[in-house]
Nanobody, 124 residues
Framework: VQLQASGGGLVPTGGSLRLSCAAS????????MAWYRQAPGTEREMDAS???????NYANSVKGRFTISMDNSKKMMHLQMGSLKPEDTAVYYC???????????????????WGQGTLVTVSS
């Protein structure tokens, strides 16, 4: 699976932005896709995920502000970002999982495929 993220840019506080992730390759095997962010000096963290069955999860920090979506063919995934804050400034990555991995918390999607990242900068 190859992923290509796009849509980042400079936006003022309170503004909106729509990120897109184009998937190619063995899309039919994708179980789940997700958006992660990584700000300078921090670890990569998940903002939102969506499974092939439509189950969606959001990080508490983005609930009510961000909306994740994926088309039925799993060819495109989007992240509609609203009410943006300066702390949302980060490189955003899309990721895809074709399998599960065991963790102390149980089985979770193994996001083994990553896009190149797109920079979102929210000005104060």
């Amino acid at each position: 699976v190859q992923l290509q993220a796009s849509g980042g840019g400079l936006v003022p506080t309170g503004g909106s932005l729509r990120l897109s992730c184009a998937a190619s390759g063995a899309r039919s095997l994708i179980l789940s896709m997700a958006w992660y962010r990584q700000a300078p000096g921090t670890e990569r963290e998940m903002d939102a995920s969506i499974t092939e069955k439509g189950t969606i999860n959001y990080a508490n920090s983005v609930k009510g502000r961000f909306t994740i979506s994926m088309d039925n063919s799993k060819k495109m995934m989007h992240l509609q970002m609203g009410s943006l804050k300066p702390e949302d400034t980060a490189v955003y990555y899309c990721a895809a999982a074709k399998g599960l991995k065991s963790t102390p918390a149980g089985l979770v999607h193994n996001y083994a495929f990553w896009g190149q990242g797109t920079l979102v900068t929210v000005s104060s």
